[in-house]
C-alpha cells in the first residue's frame, strides 16, 4: 500500500471515529405510505431528528400536514406516486392529518435522542 493511500485510509478512520464518537446513532427514515386514502399505520414513535417519508401511493393527491406544537409542517398537494420527507426535530405528540380527507390521522409520537 502506498503511503498516500494508507494517509488517505487514516483520514478516513479518523472522521468515521469523530462522527461516531460525536453524536449517536443517525436518522432513520420511516415510510408512511397513504393508499385507499388513508395512511399505512395509525401510531408511529421515532426518534428526534428522524423524518417520515410521506409517498402517495393512492390514486389521488393528499395534503399532509401538522398543527401539532413544535412538529408544525405542510407539505401541501402531493400527487399521487410523489414522496415527501419530513423532519420530526422535537420530542412530543404530533397529529397527522390531510386536508383533502379529513378521516387521515397518524398519531406520531417523538422521543429524545439518546
Known sequence: MSSRLRR???AACAVALAA???GGSAAEDHVIVQSGKTFSQERVT???GDRIVFKNE???SHNVFSRSPGSEFEVRAQLPGQ???VVFANPGQAEV???IHPAMRLHVT???KE
Do not use: K
Open 83 to 85: 414522496q415527501s420527507p
Open 97 to 99: 392529518r390531510c386536508a
Open 110 to 112: 417523538v422521543t429524545p
Open 58 to 60: 393512492d390514486s389521488v
Open 46 to 48: 421515532l426518534r428526534a
Open 20 to 22: 461516531a464518537a460525536a
Open 8 to 10: 488517505a485510509a487514516l
